[in-house]
């Protein structure tokens, strides 16, 4: 039941920006898009959620395509502590859970 | 900075034993939340919680689970008799009321609960 497509591995360059991709073909109109991420087995870490605007923080930017149908996490400035398996969640907004699939494992390399 | 916490940080158990896991989530939050990641598998809900109620489950949560806000910080998810296949790492989150905007869950530490 996966409502998201993500490639399974990716690497970065310290210092580099990290460009993470993620597919929701199937998005409704009232769906959002968040990110999460767990480093080393922790706990999920929130980072960023959009429904069709750009959004920046302080962490990232998520850039979403005009038809809504992918989404791009930006890391600007990606640091070992980086290193993570990056999560993209398509969610309705009053869902209570997130619903996580296999996600993307960055790993940042010096 | 708030965040929430979880005791045991790693609990061992023979099969068929009953186990209580605490968390204690962030002080104004109103909705809990109980996750597990079976080793090398995706994370996964359980339930959520609010106003002293389940407010969602999965199939995951059968009868053998419960949870319950004993008091005004704690916040526990008990499995009654425990099997081998319930070894995994159990996240608690909390969010605070979610009203019309987004209120991100933050995730304790996890518990990493093996039956023998």
């Known amino acids: 039941d996966a409502k998201t497509t993500q490639p399974p591995s990716m690497d970065c360059a310290e210092g580099r920006a990290a460009n993470l991709p993620c597919n929701h073909s199937?998005?409704?109109?009232?769906?959002?898009v968040y990110w999460y991420r767990q480093i080393h087995s922790q706990g999920p870490q929130y980072i960023i959620h959009?429904?069709?605007n750009n959004e920046t923080n302080e962490m990232a930017s998520l850039i979403i395509t005009e038809d809504r149908k992918s989404s791009t996490l930006i890391l600007p400035h990606a640091t070992l502590r980086d290193t993570a398996v990056y999560y993209c969640?398509?969610?309705?907004?009053?869902?209570?859970?997130?619903?996580f699939g296999a996600g993307t494992t960055v790993t940042v390399r010096a | 900075e708030p965040e929430v916490t979880q005791t045991p940080s790693h609990q061992v158990t023979q099969m068929g034993q009953e186990v209580i896991l605490r968390c204690v989530p962030i002080?104004?939050?109103?909705?809990f939340y109980w996750y597990r990641q079976i080793l090398g598998q995706k994370v996964e809900f359980l339930v959520s919680?609010?106003?002293?109620?389940?407010?969602?489950k999965s199939e995951i949560f059968d009868d053998q689970f419960s949870v319950e806000r004993p008091d005004g910080s704690n916040f526990t998810l008990k499995i009654r008799s425990t099997k081998l296949e319930d070894s995994a790492m159990y996240f608690c989150?909390?969010?605070?009321?979610?009203?019309?905007?987004?209120?991100?869950?933050?995730f304790g530490p996890g518990t990493r609960l093996t039956v023998l």
């Open positions: 989150a909390s969010s605070e009321a979610s009203g019309l905007t987004y209120n991100e869950q933050f």
């Open positions: 199937t998005i409704s109109g009232n769906e959002y």
């Open positions: 959009g429904l069709k």
């Open positions: 969640i398509v969610r309705v907004k009053n869902d209570y859970k997130l619903s």
């Open positions: 002080s104004n939050h109103l909705y």
């Open positions: 919680f609010y106003n002293n109620e389940i407010s969602e």
